[in-house]
């Protein structure tokens, strides 16, 4: 338990730095599905009350399954305001990840209910972003409150593609949620692509090129299963 209340208390170092600099609202930012092939990119901000306790809050990478459902509806319970910020496939495409990425974030944060005075971002930072902000490399692993938005995120965009296996139920997309695994490739291989399918990400455009015959292309293709 001690360490677990050591590791907490310094989940919450930046945002107690932030508040010594003055800043009273501080949100947290981060992201879900730049990498995979198929469905939306999601982002969250996450306002939390000031040292709130998340029983093993951590990058939600890194949390099972279940510790992540959990953490999701404690913070959904807990958190001041929550903002989530979604981006489609067909405008990914369009204004390519990097920005969708932005833009999802930028959303998110629109969608508070209170007015920020801070924005700590999961990565770098964010030129043009809009909101005053401090990037923080790994940061769904150094503080509450972006590792707060990254549970928020992920959570929502694996419930999205579920939603999207039942209509798309040939891609297996439950499972890999989209990503570049072996079954998805052989998915598509087999099958060819679907609406959610980003045709920019390279994997899903040289596929647009391969005849459905050449199994070469999937053999040299063929990623580990994420």
Same mark, same amino acid.
């Given at each position: 338990?001690?360490?677990?209340?050591?590791?907490?208390?310094?989940?919450?170092?930046?945002?107690?730095?932030?508040?010594?600099?003055?800043?009273? *609202?501080?949100?947290?930012?981060?992201?879900? %599905?730049? &990498?995979?092939?198929?469905?939306?990119?999601?982002?969250?901000?996450? +306002? @939390?009350?000031?040292?709130?306790?998340?029983?093993?809050?951590?990058?939600?990478?890194?949390?099972?399954?279940?510790?992540?459902?959990?953490?999701?509806?404690? *913070?959904?319970?807990?958190?001041?305001?929550? %903002?989530? &910020?979604?981006?489609?496939?067909?405008?990914?495409?369009?204004?390519? +990840? @990097?920005?969708?990425?932005?833009?999802?974030?930028?959303?998110?944060?629109?969608q508070l209910s209170m007015e920020v005075g801070l924005c700590l971002i999961d990565g770098n930072p964010i030129k043009n972003f809009g909101y005053p902000h401090k990037a923080i490399v790994d940061g769904d692993g150094k503080s509450a409150s972006i590792a707060a938005a990254s549970i928020i995120a992920k959570v929502t965009?694996?419930?999205?593609?579920?939603?999207?296996?039942?209509?798309?139920?040939?891609?297996?997309?439950?499972?890999?949620?989209?990503?570049?695994?072996?079954?998805?490739?052989?998915?598509?291989?087999?099958?060819?692509?679907?609406?959610?399918?980003?045709?920019?990400?390279?994997?899903?455009?040289?596929?647009?090129?391969?005849?459905?015959?050449?199994?070469?292309?999937?053999?040299?293709?063929?990623?580990?299963?994420?």
């Amino acid at each position: 338990m001690k360490q677990e209340s050591t590791e907490v208390i310094d989940m919450w170092l930046y945002e107690q730095q932030m508040m010594k600099q003055g800043y009273t *609202i501080i949100a947290g930012i981060d992201e879900a %599905g730049r &990498g995979p092939l198929a469905g939306p990119v999601v982002a969250s901000a996450v +306002i @939390l009350p000031p040292g709130c306790c998340i029983d093993g809050i951590n990058d939600s990478k890194k949390l099972t399954p279940s510790k992540r459902e959990s953490a999701y509806t404690y *913070i959904k319970e807990t958190a001041l305001s929550i %903002g989530l &910020g979604i981006v489609d496939s067909t405008e990914i495409d369009q204004i390519n +990840i @990097l920005q969708a990425t932005y833009k999802a974030m930028s959303i998110a944060v629109s969608q508070l209910s209170m007015e920020v005075g801070l924005c700590l971002i999961d990565g770098n930072p964010i030129k043009n972003f809009g909101y005053p902000h401090k990037a923080i490399v790994d940061g769904d692993g150094k503080s509450a409150s972006i590792a707060a938005a990254s549970i928020i995120a992920k959570v929502t965009r694996d419930r999205i593609m579920c939603e999207y296996d039942k209509l798309y139920p040939g891609y297996g997309f439950a499972s890999h949620k989209g990503y570049c695994s072996k079954l998805h490739l052989r998915m598509i291989k087999e099958n060819g692509i679907c609406k959610i399918h980003r045709k920019s990400f390279a994997p899903v455009r040289e596929c647009i090129k391969c005849d459905k015959g050449d199994n070469d292309w999937l053999q040299q293709n063929l990623l580990l299963d994420s």
